[in-house]
């Protein structure tokens, strides 16, 4: 079992998750205990960027632990970072994160749209996004896919419109490619949320496939007496 010792984790919800996710990813939060991250980010680190100068690595790796520590303080679960070179098949730089958040128990009348709606702060009717609601382990599932488009002023739209897409068409705004899933009992309560995102756009769908294994298939243990914030159980499956 992996520990997750977050303070907003504690805060809000104690018991285990049982997380069905790769084995062969960096996590970036899965070390609790801060020697034992520092020394894998460090590798991750030197194992990168050999021909860097040691101080410059000194300092990324320090990077990596600042975002560590912030993405623990917000309560994330898992934080996969899947990079894959040219010569295996790639590039491909992908991120795939995973928290715990609560839903309204509305017995069976559960609104995963609006729900997601609140979560992201952005509406998904009228925007260029496909979306599908699924059965997962838990009972509901839902899946959203897009591609952010970076405006001319430097902001980025999660789910543009028909015609913030036709720009990015037909400019050099920058795009990304995006998934989510959201995953919770039929009753509500708690619910795992599955964000993942891509730097090349066009990959989003195999990117979409991952996330979707991973909330469709994870699920909430019984809370063990005496936990303490979240425990995570890697399942050893997906890609």
């Given amino acids: 079992m992996l520990a997750s010792d977050s303070p907003t984790a504690s805060r809000q919800t ?12 960096f996590d970036l939060v899965a070390d609790s205990d801060e020697a034992s991250a520092r020394e894998r980010c460090a590798d991750l680190i030197n194992r990168s960027y050999p021909e860097h100068d040691p101080s410059l690595r000194a300092d990324l790796t320090a990077a990596l632990m600042e975002w560590r520590r912030i993405l623990r303080e917000r309560g994330l679960i898992t934080y996969g970072l899947v990079c894959v070179p040219e010569e295996d098949g790639g590039p491909a730089v992908w991120q795939i994160l995973a928290s715990v958040v609560e839903v309204p128990t509305a017995g069976t009348d ?12 952005e509406e ?10 699924y059965p997962t382990r838990m009972g509901l599932g839902l899946g959203v896919i897009s591609q952010p488009v970076m405006s001319p002023e430097g902001e980025l739209t999660l789910f543009p419109t028909q015609e913030q897409e036709m720009v990015a068409e037909t400019s050099a705004v920058g795009r990304i490619g995006l998934a989510i899933s959201l995953s ?5 309560g ?14 989003v769908v195999p990117l979409a496939g991952v996330v979707a ?11 063990v007496e005496g ?9 050893g499956q997906g890609e």
């Avoid at 559960?110 to 702060?121: D, K």
């Avoid at 998904?124 to 609601?133: A, D, I, K, N």
């Fill in 14 to 25: 104690s018991g285990a998750v049982e997380l069905y996710a790769p084995t062969d990813w």
């Fill in 110 to 121: 559960v609104n995963l749209s609006e729900i997601m709606v609140r979560l992201l702060g």
């Fill in 124 to 133: 998904l009717e009228g925007r260029q996004v496909y979306t599908e609601s």
């Fill in 184 to 188: 919770c009992p039929p009753g509500g």
């Fill in 190 to 203: 708690r619910a795992l949320l599955v964000v993942g995102n891509c730097l090349d756009a066009e990959q």
């Fill in 213 to 223: 294994l991973i909330a469709g298939n994870s699920f909430f243990a019984e809370s």
């Fill in 227 to 235: 936990t303490t914030g979240l425990e995570v159980q890697d399942m």
